[in-house]
Nanobody, 116 residues
Framework: QGKLVESGGGSVQPGGSLRLSCVAS????????MRWYRQAPGKERVRIAT????????NYEDSVTGRFTISRDNAKNTAYLQMNSLKPEDTAVYYC?????????WGQGTQVTVSS
């Protein structure tokens, strides 16, 4: 059974940085595209970053472009989201997703709070 576990969330002041990690187990991680989503209180879950299985294709949602970087290490079965220049509006629960065709796995989410 596939599993994703996120870590790295926390509280940070505006302008600060965090790096989220997403460790995969139980499936062929290197064959899956990886995505990061976030869900702010009272709002829908939104996809913010995507990286293809071979790290060839990247996509970012407009609000995080230039500030967030998605990456992966297939040898470690881990995806990352480096978040710089954080803003209060980045406050949300962040989720990672592995997707390959109809097959997908979700992590449990990690809270990121940006506040002074």
């Amino acid at each position: 059974q596939g599993k994703l576990v996120e870590s790295g969330g926390g509280s940070v002041q505006p302008g600060g940085s965090l790096r989220l990690s997403c460790v995969a187990s139980g499936f062929s991680f290197s064959h899956y595209d990886m995505r990061w989503y976030r869900q702010a209180p009272g709002k829908e879950r939104v996809r913010i970053a995507t990286i293809s299985s071979a790290s060839i294709i990247y996509n970012y949602e407009d609000s995080v472009t230039g500030r967030f970087t998605i990456s992966r290490d297939n040898a470690k079965n881990t995806a990352y989201l480096q978040m710089n220049s954080l803003k209060p509006e980045d406050t949300a629960v962040y989720y990672c997703q592995a997707r390959r065709g109809p097959s997908e796995y979700w992590g449990q989410g990690t809270q990121v709070t940006v506040s002074s």
